[in-house]
């Protein structure tokens, strides 16, 4: 099996009426969210799965993902 020490949980949250949600503070410390900051939310239909990444690492992964792309020409 996987290492769990990476993983966490912080309970459950509620989806207002606007569909937002509240990201728990503890979560929001662990991972530097600020208020402001862009979130990218990514679904999986066939596990009824949302990710959300920070904006800035998203950005940084399709960076690394160019310059590879580049490095092979």
Known sequence: ???YK???FWGSVKVGERGQIVIPKE????????PGDSLVVF???KNQKLILFKGD???????KILENLDSQD
């Open 27 to 34: 979560a929001r410390d662990r991972f530097d969210i600020k």
């Open 43 to 45: 679904g999986r239909d």
């Open 57 to 63: 690492v998203m950005r940084d992964y399709a960076l």
């Open 6 to 8: 990476d993983r966490h």
């Open 1 to 3: 099996m996987g290492n």
